[in-house]
């Protein structure tokens, strides 16, 4: 196995480095920001492929990482829960969503009044917080360090790396996993920011997941956590602005207490906005041909979008076959 830099600690970047650690390679991860400072802190991370392809190698993807967050959910890992969910469409629906055969009790329904059709299902539930903090100390115990190093070109990794690994004899593997900032770095103009924003409540006891994606005044979601509750959302390709929107929160609020009424008069405890790194054409999971300086490979996993906490670890297992089928 090779020596193997991940850029990037998001939850892409994180699981990738886990599960090459695990499969034996040595790896350590350079990120511009603390996971904690990363665009997934912020994310709702509900299981739910959100606006992505009807390829197979995605739903594989999300396949694997269903059943991955499902056994930590049995496992008890800090910030992982099956979370019951109601999905209502405003339009009638011939036949289950492409992602169905990943969600073992997906089940279409009557819907309530107003609505064409809901589907109910289970699917796993991770609150940021804790869940990047168990993966840091996943791979503190894997003994991969985790690095503040801002890179500003591909190219200059290797050397970065022979001060990681002084004594190594041969280029570090490079697994570039940096979501937004790939667009630079990897040279894709396809990359670009998808700004949402959400607003944190306190949780007035509830238990179920409720979705409204076809809202005609956006899309809508409520999706409860152990001491509050996320409401959602908006999805605004190449808006980057993330400060504070009053008028947008308002909104939010409105559309989630119309949904869920029990909500009326919950505090309200914040507002967040981040910017999930989109690409048109979806996720790149791919080794770049052109490697880097010195004969170094390098492979990219970006571009996920809304939907990292969906397929990451479906992701880091590919990649983690990648090197193991390739390394000589």
């Given at each position: 196995?090779?020596?193997?830099?991940?850029?990037g600690?998001?939850?892409?970047?994180?699981t990738?480095?886990?599960?090459?650690?695990?499969?034996?390679?040595?790896v350590?991860?350079?990120?511009?920001?603390e996971?904690?400072d990363?665009?997934?802190?912020?994310?709702?991370?509900?299981?739910?492929?959100?606006?992505?392809?009807?390829?197979?190698?995605v739903?594989?993807w999300?396949r694997?990482?269903?059943?991955?967050?499902?056994?930590?959910?049995?496992?008890e890992?800090?910030?992982?829960?099956?979370?019951?969910?109601r999905?209502?469409?405003?339009?009638?629906?011939?036949?289950d969503?492409?992602?169905a055969?990943?969600?073992p009790?997906?089940?279409?329904?009557?819907?309530?009044?107003?609505y064409?059709?809901?589907?109910?299902?289970?699917?796993?539930?991770?609150?940021?917080?804790?869940?990047?903090?168990?993966?840091?100390?996943?791979?503190?115990?894997?003994?991969?360090?985790?690095?503040?190093h801002?890179?500003d070109?591909?190219?200059?990794?290797?050397?970065?790396?022979?001060?990681?690994?002084?004594?190594?004899r041969?280029?570090?593997?490079?697994?570039?996993?940096?979501?937004?900032?790939?667009?630079?770095?990897?040279?894709?103009?396809a990359?670009?920011?998808?700004?949402?924003r959400?607003?944190l409540?306190g949780?007035?006891?509830?238990t179920?997941?409720v979705?409204d994606?076809?809202?005609?005044?956006?899309?809508?979601?409520?999706?409860?956590?152990?001491?509050?509750?996320?409401l959602?959302?908006?999805?605004?390709?190449?808006r980057?602005?993330?400060?504070?929107?009053?008028?947008?929160g308002?909104?939010?609020?409105?559309?989630?207490?119309?949904?869920?009424?029990e909500?009326?008069?919950?505090?309200?405890?914040?507002?967040l906005?981040g910017?999930?790194?989109?690409?048109?054409?979806?996720?790149r999971?791919a080794?770049?041909?052109s490697g880097?300086?010195?004969s170094?490979?390098?492979?990219?996993?970006?571009?996920?979008?809304?939907?990292?906490?969906?397929?990451?670890?479906g992701?880091?297992?590919?990649?983690?076959?990648?090197?193991?089928d390739?390394?000589p």
């Open positions: 196995m090779p020596n193997v830099v991940v850029l600690a998001g939850v892409v970047g994180l990738t480095a886990v599960r090459l650690a695990e499969a034996g390679a040595r350590a991860v350079l990120t511009a920001d996971p904690a990363t665009v997934s802190r912020v994310a709702a991370a509900v299981w739910y492929p959100t606006r992505t392809s009807a390829d197979p190698r739903l594989g999300a694997r990482t269903f059943e991955v967050l499902a056994a930590h959910a049995r496992q890992v800090p910030g992982v829960v099956m979370r019951p969910t999905m209502l469409l405003r339009e009638a629906v011939t036949g969503p492409w992602w055969p990943a969600v009790d997906f089940r279409a329904v009557a819907p309530p009044e107003g064409a059709g809901q589907w109910r299902f289970t699917v796993p539930a991770v609150e940021m917080g804790p869940y990047l903090a168990w993966l840091v100390d996943r791979l503190a115990r894997l003994e991969v360090p985790v690095r503040r801002r890179v070109r591909l190219a200059d990794v290797p050397a970065i790396a022979a001060e990681v690994w002084p004594s190594a041969r280029p570090p593997l490079v697994v570039n996993a940096t979501g937004l900032a790939a667009g630079k770095l990897a040279d894709d103009p990359v670009h920011p998808i700004r949402g959400i607003v409540v949780n007035p006891g509830l179920t997941s979705r994606e076809g809202n005609p005044a956006g899309i809508t979601y409520v999706h409860p956590r152990s001491r509050d509750v996320v959602g959302g908006t999805f605004e390709p190449y980057t602005e993330t400060g504070p929107d009053e008028e947008a308002a909104a939010i609020l409105a559309r989630c207490v119309a949904l869920v009424p909500l009326a008069g919950a505090p309200v405890l914040g507002q906005a910017l999930r790194p989109g690409r048109l054409g979806g996720a999971l080794e770049d041909v880097l300086a010195g170094a490979r390098l492979i990219h996993n970006y571009g996920h979008g809304g939907a990292g906490v969906t397929l990451g670890w992701c880091a297992d590919e990649v983690a076959a990648l090197v193991l390739q390394t």
